[in-house]
Every structure is written in C-alpha cells, then in structure tokens.
C-alpha cells in the first residue's frame, strides 16, 4: 500500500509537506471531496479519513476521490470502542467493516479508540479489549490492515479510551506481530507522560508506530475538553522535543494534524490549512528532519 512506503521516505525541507496529512476531523465542515480538494491544491502529501465522511459517499467512491487527487490515506478513522458488556458481537461487525474500509482505501493504518467504562468496572474494560482485539487481529492481517491502538488522555479513560498511556498500548499489541498492531503517538494526548521519551523509543524499536498525530494542548482548555486542541503553536506542546523522539525511533510516515476546535472549525477551510502548513513548518518538521534519512 502506498502509505508503507511512504513510512521509508526521510523528510526533506525541500519538500516540505509531502509527508504532510490533513486529518479531516481538522475541516469539519468540509466534505470528503472538499478535504481532498483543499489537501492536494495545499500540495500535501496525503489525507487522513474519518468513516463519518467516508460513509456518505461511500468506500469506494471515497478512494477514488483520494487516488484522482494524487493523495495517500495515511489512517483511517475510527475502529474501536470495545469495551461494552456482553457478546460484543456489534462492534466487532463494526470493526469489521472499518478494517474492510481501511483495505479499499489503501491504508495500512485504522486508528482504534478502544471505549470507555460501561459499568464502573474499569478491569474487566480492559480484558474485553484484550479478548476482541483478539478476535479482530486475524480479519485484519489477512487484509493487510494494521490496528493502531491509540492511547488518549486519561481525562478521556471513562467514555472514550481505558487506554491513556502508550505504555499501555504497547503492552496490549505486544502479543502480535508489529505489522499487524501498532500504536499511536498524539501529542495532544501523551505529551504530559513522563516516560513518553522511553516509549517513543520503545515504540519505534518494535516497529509499532502506526502514526504521529500532532496537534497543541490549549492553556486555559475550552470549557468543553474534547475541543481543546489547538493549532501547533497555541499552547504548551514542546514539538521539538517529541518530534526528536519520534525522528530518533525511526519513524518517517506522515504526519497527520487532527484538531477537535469549534473556533477552528468555524474558519475558512484553506486558511486553516495554510496555518497548518507554516507550524508544520516551523515547529514540528525541523525536528524530524534534523539527521533523517
């Protein structure tokens, strides 16, 4: 697939933006057509997909769009939320069908937010993961879909993700085999964790980093914490210094800018991409580039 090469290409400041992803969660408002439209006239390299906008279209038709355009998939949008009681039989159908979705789009990558806590039981959350991760690992490789286990913050562990450190990503994908499970690596929601460094490098000498996801954590957040991402450069995120971490893993896929803001989401679509372009520029890629190669 083409967004596993393109994990072998340095980054090069003469091309800046080719490993550039504009993550569709980033332009709300935008269809998917407008999102692959306003990514490639930005001269970007590829696009992440929410299922969301794939599914009013239509897989298919989804991937044409993106290929026409010139673009990669660099991951899809959401698998996951696993951690409900009983048989658990919908949502793996659903995980099912997301990994299908991955494979048409030529991605390698489905990004997994596993759930929350259903029942204020937050072990036997985890074990359910465990067990339809489980179920879900064959469907994939046989696909050539990889799962990409997201860790969020642990503000997020009760309804969304009761995985919020990549430690504990690491720990539930080390039974399988790198290519068929790897992990995420969000600034927004692992720049806090004092052994990211060590993770980082744990992650990247696996071979398990599906994704680097950047985005700033804002300081005041929002009065809603879901939507207290910023654009690079607005808050407190030390980009340089993860962004070292990520480079000396061995990482060199793209680099997806996924922002949850209603101020962002409100603004003119291209706009926004051209900030992205100019902090992608100067906060996050001099840091990958450095010794790359």
Same mark, same amino acid.
């Given at each position: 697939m083409t967004s596993v090469a393109a994990q072998h290409m340095p980054f090069d400041l003469s091309d800046p933006y080719r490993s550039l992803s504009l993550n569709t969660a980033t332009t709300k408002r935008w269809t998917l057509a407008e999102a692959v439209d306003g990514a490639a006239r930005a001269g970007l390299g590829a696009i992440g997909l929410w299922r969301d906008r794939v599914d009013e279209i239509g897989v298919a038709t989804a991937a044409k769009i993106v290929a026409d355009a010139g673009l990669r998939v660099s991951s899809l949008s959401r698998g996951g939320f696993l951690t409900e009681p009983?048989?658990?039989?919908? %949502?793996? #159908? =659903?995980?099912?069908? %997301?990994? #299908? =979705?991955?494979?048409?789009?030529a991605t390698r990558e489905l990004v997994m937010v596993v759930g929350g806590i259903p029942d204020r039981n937050l072990l036997a959350a985890r074990a359910r993961v465990d067990e339809r991760l489980a179920a879900l690992v064959p469907y994939a490789a046989e696909r050539g879909v990889r799962l990409a286990l997201e860790p969020l913050h642990p503000m997020f562990c009760a309804d969304r993700a009761v995985i919020s450190t990549l430690a504990q990503a690491l720990s539930m994908a080390q039974p399988y085999p790198a290519e068929t499970v790897g992990v995420v690596v969000d600034t927004f929601h692992t720049w806090w964790d004092p052994t990211l460094a060590e993770q980082i490098a744990q992650a990247g000498a696996a071979g398990r980093i599906s994704s680097y996801q950047v985005c700033d954590w804002l300081n005041p957040m929002t009065t809603d914490p879901l939507l207290s991402r910023g654009m690079m450069g607005d808050g407190v995120v030390d980009f340089a210094t993860i962004g070292e971490w990520v480079r000396t893993a061995g990482y060199r896929g793209d680099v997806e800018v996924e922002i949850f803001n209603a101020a962002i989401w409100?603004?003119?679509?291209?706009?926004?991409?051209?900030?992205?372009?100019?902090?992608?520029?100067?906060?996050?890629?001099?840091?990958?580039v450095a010794r790359a190669g």
């Open positions: 009983g048989s658990g039989q919908t %949502a793996l #159908d =659903d995980n099912r069908r %997301a990994i #299908d =979705d991955a494979a048409t789009l409100a603004a003119d679509g291209a706009e926004v991409i051209e900030t992205m372009k100019q902090r992608y520029r100067d906060l996050v890629l001099p840091a990958l």
